[in-house]
Every structure is written in C-alpha cells, then in structure tokens.
C-alpha cells in the first residue's frame, strides 16, 4: 500500500514533516450482502476494519523506522472515499493530500468521476497524484503557468505553483523547468477577417512573446536566488498538445499545475482539454488551487 509513496515519505523525512496514513472504507449497505452471506453488514463492516487497522499498524511501525526523522499515524474511517479525503484534509490543517493512481493505465485510474478526479476537482488542500515509479529519483520538476491569467487568484497561483515546484526540486536536487504555453489571440481572426499580411501577424506574435517572457521572467526571478537549475521554457501552442511531448521528450518526473472547477482563470481550468492533459502526461502530478477556492465538499 504504501511503497509508492517513497517520493513523498522521502521528502517528508527531509523536511521533518509529520504523515498521516488515511484508509477510507467505503460503507456496506444490507442490500449488498444480502444475497451473498447472512452475516449483518455491519459485522463485515466491523471486520473490515479491524483487518485494516493492523495492517495499518504494521505500515505505520515500518514506515517509522524507515523514514526516522518523520512521525508517523493513521486514521480509518468509513463513507465516501474522495468526501472523506477532503474533510479529513481540511479538519486536520494538511499540507499535501498524495493518492495512488498508478495501478494499471493512469486514464482507468484517474478517469472522469473517479475518486482521483473528484479530489482534483474539489479539494482545495494541493493533490499529489503517484502515477511513476516511486523509486526513481526526481530530477526533473516542471512548473506550467499561465502568465496571461486575468485575475489576483490567478497570479497568486502562478506564485504558489512555482514555489511549490521549486521546493521539490530544492529537496531532490533537481532541474527546475516553468514552462508556458500560448497563441496569439485572434490570429485566426487576423488572418481570414482582418485581412493582415503574414508579416503584420508574425510582426503581433513577435511583440506578444516578448509580452508574455517578460511577465515569465518576472514570476521566475524569486527563483533564481535559490541554488536551482533553472529553466524557462515559452512554447508556442495549445498546452494540452504540447506540455506532454514536453514533458515526454525532456523525461520530467513531476508536473506541477494549478486547477480550479469554474471558468474565468484561463488555463488552468479543469475541463475536457485539461483532463485530456492529465491523462497524457506519464509522470506524477501536483494540482493546486487558489488560496480563495471554496470547496463544494466542505460547503
């Protein structure tokens, strides 16, 4: 259960952090039984548990051991998996929620309406998805951004997207890459309404990249006083084509990205393009969500 977690325990023991392992049983109706055994579903239920709570005792006592400059604890508890994820997150104060979708192809782990999907979509505590192998050492973190975001929330994320990133690369002495992907907007519009030259469009898309690296450079720079190899990455296209050959061709190990579950914030919206991204990319992920994202779970 817990030996793909060896990225996140690791970091954990670097930075003397406290982990809490959760075990979320989903709850077992009479209806579903009754058929199959006599036994009352609460006494299954009753059995499950205890099964789970001394394996989770072993994990715990292991894990401690291993990683000894962190504590370790457990809690168990019944109901929906991703709503009880969520609250636990929130009552608790935790810094990082890290879910398991390794099992299998990542797109039936983490497909629409999976538990993995719900917390990317609802949890406002940040969500580290395990797709790779947890063994293998981090020496690639890339940080997406949208530096054309048209609100506060929106930049204070790009903030918080590349501090977070940054951190992980700091911890596993890693490359750090913030990448940002755009278009120029109304090229299309330009080019058959407009009735502008090839020239005249390359001559807007030459001033919006220098625009758009300008403000890159501008988020990047707290960065580049930390002892990081830093690099900035402008790419021109749609980002949910061209972030996963990115990632695919420059072997990056972790995707740090920023969602939120209504529209307004370009880029960073969890939609059908964005979850068509998270689905290609073969590496772990971390998603973040405004200081301000008000969960419907806790609501």
């Known amino acids: 259960m817990t030996e793909n977690f060896h990225q996140i325990f690791q970091f954990a023991n670097q930075k003397k952090i406290p982990v809490t392992l959760l075990s979320v049983i989903e709850q077992i109706t009479p209806n579903c039984v009754a058929q199959y055994t006599e036994q009352a579903s609460w006494e299954i239920l009753e059995q499950i548990k205890k099964a789970q709570q001394k394996k989770l005792d072993n994990e715990v006592n292991e894990l401690a051991h291993q990683y000894n400059n962190s504590t370790f604890n457990y809690e168990l508890v019944s109901g929906i998996p991703f709503v009880e994820i ?18 299998g192809y990542k797109s039936r782990a983490a497909q629409f309406e999976s538990t993995t999907r719900h917390l990317m979509r609802k949890s406002p505590t940040p969500l580290w998805t395990v797709v790779t192998d947890s063994h293998k050492k981090i020496k690639r973190v890339l940080a997406a951004v949208d530096v054309a975001a048209p609100t506060d929330d929106g930049l204070e994320l790009n903030k918080k997207i590349i501090s977070c990133a940054a951190s992980f690369a700091s911890v596993n002495d890693a490359e750090l890459y913030v990448f940002h992907a755009w278009r120029l907007f109304g090229e299309g519009y330009f080019r058959s309404w407009g009735r502008l030259s090839e020239l005249e469009i390359a001559e807007f898309a030459l001033k919006e990249r220098d625009a758009r690296n300008e403000k890159l450079t501008e988020l990047t720079r707290p960065v580049e006083e930390a002892k990081i190899t830093l690099h900035q990455v402008l790419s021109e296209g749609e980002p949910e084509e061209i972030l996963p050959k990115f990632i695919h061709q420059n072997t990056v190990d972790l995707l740090v990205m920023g969602t939120v579950c209504r529209t307004g914030i370009a880029g960073f919206l969890i939609g059908n393009k964005a979850e068509n991204l998270l689905d290609a990319v073969q590496c772990s992920v971390i998603t973040l969500k405004p200081d301000h994202f008000d969960s419907p779970v806790l609501d």
């Open 86 to 103: 969520i609250k636990k997150a929130s009552e608790g104060g935790f810094d990082l929620i890290a879910i398991d979708a390794s099992r």
